[in-house]
Structures are given as C-alpha cells and as structure tokens.
C-alpha cells in the first residue's frame, strides 16, 4: 500500500513568488495535515482537515498561506507571496480518523526561498 | 515555557551501548505520549505510543511514562547503526488530535 504522498520533494523560489504543495494522502484516510518543520526543530501544525473541511487552522498564517481539500482526498498548501522565513520542511500527514492515534507522514517538501 | 522539551543533542554513541532519550513536559492535560524517528530527509514514523504511565516495551526499545514528573524515555537497546537518526517526543491532549512535538534529539550509532 503506498504511503502519503507529497510532490514537489525540492522546490527552490525567490522571495515574493508564490509555490504550492501538494499531498496525497493514505487511501481511505479521512484526516490530513500539514506540518510546517524549521531546521533543528520539531514539526508544528499548519492545519488539519476532516474530510474536506478545515477543523482547525489556528495556526496557519492566513495572510499568505492557504490550503485547500475539495474534494476530501488530496490537499494543496499555498504560499503567496513567500518570504525568506518560509524555508523549511513541509509536511503532509494522514490518520484514519477512527482515533487517529496514528498519523503517517509523508517524505516532506524542502522549500528554499531566496 | 514550552509545552514539550528535548535536549537536540546531538548523541553518539558505540555499536551496542544502551540509548537513553528524555523530554518533560508542562501540562498535565497531556494523555498520549509518543516517539518518532526520523531518518534525515524522510518524514517521521511512530515508534512507540503509549497512554498511560508505566513502561512499554517493543523489541528493542522501552517507552517509559511517569505522569507525576511529566517526563517521558525512550530506551534503546543493542544500538545499532540503522538506529541513527532524529528521535522526535510528540504529547496530545484527549480530545484534540494535534500533537506538540519536542525539537528532537539526533542521534548517532558509531559501528
């Protein structure tokens, strides 16, 4: 069974352009995240969804950043326009939903803002 | 004061000898404790959850939870080399599925 799955895996832009992200998560997977991890640090929450609505999105910088799941299944995460403190690791991350106990994550897309 | 802290490390140590990896954490809300490893340029993948205060133990790793001190381990015996990586603490509340994680800890296994 194949895992999450996240493209780009490199993205490398100037500042002010704007990049998406996208995640395919674990068939059958009803809850998706998307993880934002800085050099040397943990990752921290952007946003999760159920299904295609957005459940908490508390963190997510929403003058420049935003997500979507139209149809429930796969996800885009979009900054617009990027700064040079977006460069980090982005994370997508699924759970069943039945608890959710367990969240698998996806390779992460390494963005790198000039 | 952050929710979770975890000494970065970084953490060699010889083919064999025993880990030990360690966070504390602030609130006593926090119910489901759990470790990640992350190899360098892959996402994290759990190792070990646990609920409750207490030990549990898969194979060679030993997760210990001991509520009152709000601290948790993780245990790694018979290091070895496909051992190294990050090891990621993360703690949840009951009812709300975002998890803290701590800044990980990098650790080496030197054949």
């Known amino acids: 069974e194949a895992g999450v799955v996240q493209s780009p895996r490199y993205k490398i832009i100037e500042k002010k352009q704007p990049v998406a992200f996208w995640c395919n998560p674990i068939?059958?997977?009803?809850?998706l995240y998307w993880y934002l991890q800085n050099l040397g640090q943990g990752p921290e929450l952007l946003i999760r969804?159920?299904?295609?609505?957005?459940?908490?999105d508390s963190q997510l910088p929403k003058d420049r950043f935003s997500a979507e799941r139209l149809k429930g299944v796969d996800s885009t995460l979009k900054i617009q326009p990027a700064e040079l403190g977006d460069s980090a690791v982005y994370l997508c991350?699924?759970?069943?939903?039945?608890?959710?106990?367990?969240?698998?994550f996806g390779p992460g897309t390494r963005l790198t803002v000039l | 004061q952050k929710e979770v802290e975890q000494d970065p490390g970084p953490l060699s140590v010889p083919e064999g000898a025993i880990v030990s990896l360690n966070c504390t954490y602030s609130?006593?809300?926090?119910?489901?404790f759990m470790w990640y490893r992350q190899y360098s340029r892959k996402g994290p993948e759990l190792l070990m959850y646990?609920?409750?205060?207490g030990n549990k133990e898969d194979g060679r790793f030993t997760a210990q939870v001991d509520k009152s001190s709000k601290y948790i381990s993780l245990f790694i015996r018979d290091s070895q080399p496909s051992d190294s990586a990050t090891y990621l603490c993360?703690?949840?509340?009951?009812?709300?599925?975002?998890?803290?994680f701590g800044k990980g800890t990098l650790l080496t296994v030197n054949p």
């Open positions: 646990t609920y409750s205060s």
């Open positions: 068939s059958g997977h009803n809850t």
């Open positions: 609130n006593s809300a926090f119910q489901y």
């Open positions: 969804y159920e299904n295609e609505e957005a459940v908490d």
């Open positions: 993360a703690i949840r509340r009951g009812s709300n599925y975002k998890l803290t």
């Open positions: 991350a699924s759970s069943s939903g039945a608890g959710g106990e367990e969240q698998f």
